[in-house]
């Protein structure tokens, strides 16, 4: 699908902003012949499970944004727009994610993790900190106790893991 979503998500995050709202992920889905933009949005400073946007929140994003994608020259013209909350099990997309979410439970996917752990790693999330080169890592406890430090350049996929009481 040749649309433009990175020019568009700097527009779709400042017009959430400007309404309260913080941009979790877009991306299209779907087929060319029935494209999907799929939005999610939270509130900033939210906490998985309590509160976070609602229903009518996401209705009042998708009034404001369609007229403005209908407008929009590269938008395919029979598109459809979701817009929803980022759900319990929050993706981890943004850098600043591994730092607000501190101290919840997350799964992460990538690829090469160090420890020959595989591609997938679920632990407390410690934050990000610096690896041995210098670059960013996100670092994780085990539920055995261990700490373990993911480069983020490896991962692919993150989410919080919602554990039911």
């Given amino acids: 699908m040749a649309i433009p979503l990175p020019d568009l998500v700097e527009e779709i995050e400042a017009r959430l902003e400007r309404m309260g709202f913080e941009l979790v992920e877009a991306r299209w889905v779907g087929s060319p012949r029935r494209p999907i933009l799929r939005i999610r949005m939270d509130l900033p400073d939210s906490v998985p499970g309590r509160g976070g946007v609602g229903v009518d929140q996401c209705a009042e994003v998708s009034r404001e944004l369609e007229p403005w994608l209908d407008a929009h020259p590269e938008i395919p013209e029979r598109y459809v727009l979701e817009v929803s909350s980022p759900g319990v099990e929050r993706p981890l997309t943004r850098r600043r994610d591994w730092e607000r979410f501190k101290g919840n439970p997350v799964l992460v996917k990538g690829r090469d993790f160090p420890g020959g752990r595989g591609n997938r790693v679920e632990g407390d999330l410690l934050g990000l900190e610096a690896g041995?080169?210098?670059e960013p890592s996100?670092?994780?406890?085990?539920?055995?106790?261990?700490?373990?430090?993911?480069p983020?350049?490896?991962?692919?996929?993150?989410?919080?893991?919602?554990?039911?009481?």
């Fill in 132 to 134: 041995e080169d210098g």
């Fill in 138 to 150: 996100v670092a994780l406890l085990l539920d055995d106790g261990e700490k373990i430090r993911i």
């Fill in 152 to 165: 983020l350049d490896r991962i692919q996929k993150a989410h919080l893991v919602y554990r039911w009481d």
